[in-house]
């Protein structure tokens, strides 16, 4: 069956690292495009980083605001996505979330994705 699972999350200073992963399964991976989104409290879901699939080329996009901060990667053997983001600030804490979409080249736009994982928590504080 389709799902998508996260994982990685935590509290971590402004300035510090995290790698948020999800793991795909029950999907042609190599037809999927995955995404990343994040929704702060009071605050609307917004698009984070979202990669094509592989047989579209592997696409990135990211919102501004981490741009040169975080990176989206796709490890084909492992069906695994990743978010590594750096330099976090206390206006990244949110849930993130990863999401799914079997649309050619989402290009990230978020009612195209219609399988979405479950949630974890990113906390940046002093």
């Known amino acids: 069956q389709l799902q998508l699972v996260e994982s990685g999350g935590g509290l971590v200073q402004p300035g510090g690292s995290l790698r948020l992963s999800c793991a795909v399964s029950?999907?042609?991976?190599?037809?999927?495009?995955i995404g990343w989104f994040r929704q702060a409290p009071g605050k609307e879901r917004q698009g984070v980083s979202c990669?094509?699939?592989?047989?579209?080329?592997?696409?990135?996009n990211y919102v501004d605001s981490v741009k040169g901060r975080f990176t989206i990667s796709r490890d084909n053997a492992k069906n695994t996505v990743y978010l590594q983001m750096n330099s976090l600030k206390p206006e990244d804490t949110a849930v993130y979330f990863c999401?799914?979409?079997?649309?050619?080249?989402?290009?990230?736009?978020?009612?195209?994705?219609?399988?979405w994982g479950q949630g974890t928590q990113v906390t940046v504080s002093s």
């Open positions: 999401a799914a979409s079997t649309y050619y080249r989402s290009n990230c736009v978020m009612s195209k994705f219609k399988y």
């Open positions: 029950g999907f042609s991976f190599d037809y999927t495009d």
């Open positions: 990669i094509s699939s592989g047989r579209s080329g592997g696409v990135i």
